[in-house]
């Protein structure tokens, strides 16, 4: 683990949806309605699952496609669905096991915070707002807070200017190939969690420097990381 950083650790990314809440409720309830005013067949929260992290456009036009929507309903589904989860957001989802003491353990290690996630800010916010988290971080970005989204590198070299740190002394932590890819274009080293969705396909094949089972055990990391 000591190899896989190039540098003392100075600031840490992390994801939000899969990472560190799971969300598939509020997406799959706010889906459904959508389906439901736009009289369309329902989507189950398995299918959902894999839809999950590429933004909401990519949500919406996967959905649509999965229950044989035609191309000219997108514009009614995007103003549906955000009707929707306005209302609903935080409503269905749960910090996951784990998230409190990681995110605590980066913050004892002296480590500046940032949220960078796909969801629009708006949501990820109020989400942020409503589990309690949102004062852990110094920063939060959403996926229209910049003109590309992950697995582009700009969302995350954009956050380490607004941090004051650079790509190599800054952990990126998602659930994903795209939080990695992101990462590894950027020049971060990366660490993913198991239990995020990951497009239905297992963390651990993805490229990373790390994987955990828990975000509560980043801690173990962290002294090597920063070369105590």
Not at 90 to 97: A, D, E, K, T
Request: with cysteine; charged share 20%; proline share 7%.
């Amino acid at each position: 683990m000591p190899s896989a950083f190039a540098e003392p650790l100075r600031a840490a990314i992390l994801d939000l949806d899969g990472t560190m809440v799971d969300t598939l409720g509020d997406f799959h309830a706010a889906l459904s309605r959508m389906l439901q005013e736009l009289a369309l067949p329902p989507v189950s929260a398995e299918a959902v699952a894999g839809f999950i992290g590429k933004g909401t456009e990519h949500l919406l036009r996967r959905t649509l496609a999965h229950v044989g929507a035609p191309e000219h309903l997108y514009p009614q589904a995007w103003d549906r669905y955000f009707e929707a989860y306005r209302r609903i957001n935080g409503q269905f989802s749960r910090v996951y096991p784990g998230v409190e003491d990681g995110i605590a353990a980066l913050r004892a290690a002296g480590l500046r915070l940032a949220c960078v996630t796909n969801k629009p800010g708006e949501f990820a916010r109020g989400l942020l707002q409503a589990k309690g988290l949102v004062c852990a971080f110094d920063a939060v970005f959403g996926g229209d807070a910049f003109e590309r989204r992950k697995p582009d590198p700009l969302p995350l070299l954009k956050t380490c200017e607004a941090l004051a740190t650079v790509p190599a002394a800054t952990l990126m932590i998602g659930d994903s190939a795209n939080d990695a890819a992101a990462a590894r274009a950027a020049g971060c080293p990366v660490l993913l969690v198991t239990y995020g969705y990951n497009h239905g396909e297992p963390a651990r094949r993805v490229d990373a420097d790390a994987w955990l089972d828990s975000l509560a055990d980043v801690g173990e990391l962290l002294p090597a990381a920063r070369g105590a």
